[in-house]
């Protein structure tokens, strides 16, 4: 006799990790150990990854047990224990995923790391930890620094934009963004979440920092 679609559907349900059970989650060829927390029809929660960069749309694999779900990266927020990323699940893998779609205007960084730089916490791109323990990350003027990894602040917008409060003077961020502002000047929180989050800079922040030669996998 053959099985109702609805059974075969339940019985790939059951075949879900449960929350205390690891899962190996690709994102950009790096593999990460979390969890999945909720499922839906259409997607997942995800806990427990230690990303610092991830952009909206953002592909990655779900590997447990046998299985394997292509999935992307549709927005994240904070719980009181740590990040949590909703993703939509792809039914049909053979379908064309478009990553930093320039031409696309819901593209957009959802959460990002930030470097204090005087006065102000600065956007960053992690480049690689070097053998003395040392956090090597690249600004938008290109300057290149070596941090302690306890140094960097992991933001989503949300965050971004009560970190920066009431803060009326924006020249040192109008100074460090240079290379991706050409005429803009940064005078409100506004202007600065638009820049680091919105979609209007976002492929010219691929192009700034690309050209740090080191750079590898920007998540």
């Known amino acids: 006799m053959q099985t109702p679609p609805f059974e075969t559907e339940r019985r790939k349900f059951t075949r879900i990790p449960t929350a205390n059970e690891t899962s190996q989650i690709i994102i ?6 979390g969890f999945i927390i909720d499922e839906s029809i259409s997607g997942f929660g995800i806990t ?20 394997e779900i292509n999935c992307v990266c549709k927005h994240i927020s904070r719980m009181e224990f740590g990040l949590r990323i909703g993703v939509e699940r792809l039914f049909n ?29 600065a956007m960053c791109v992690p480049v690689e930890l ?14 290149e ?14 965050e971004r934009a009560t970190q920066l409060g009431e803060t009326k003077s924006f020249d040192e961020l109008t100074w460090i963004y240079q290379n991706g502002l050409s005429s803009m000047t940064l005078t409100s929180a ?30």
């Open 28 to 33: 950009n060829g790096n593999s990460y150990d």
């Open 48 to 67: 427990g990854l230690n990303v610092l960069l991830l952009a909206k749309d953002t592909p990655l694999i779900i590997r447990f047990r046998e299985n």
């Open 145 to 158: 620094l070596e941090v302690d990894p306890g140094m960097i602040h992991v933001m989503t917008r949300e």
């Open 93 to 121: 893998r053979n379908s064309p995923i478009v990553v930093h779609d320039r031409m696309s205007r819901d593209c957009r960084f959802l959460i990002a790391p930030f470097i204090k730089i005087e006065s102000m916490l």
């Open 190 to 219: 506004a202007d600065v979440l638009e820049f680091e989050f919105g979609n209007d800079h976002f492929d010219e922040f691929f192009d700034c920092m690309t050209r740090c030669e080191k750079l590898v996998g920007i998540q």
């Open 130 to 143: 070097l053998s003395n323990g040392k956090l090597s990350v690249v600004l938008w003027n290109g300057m």
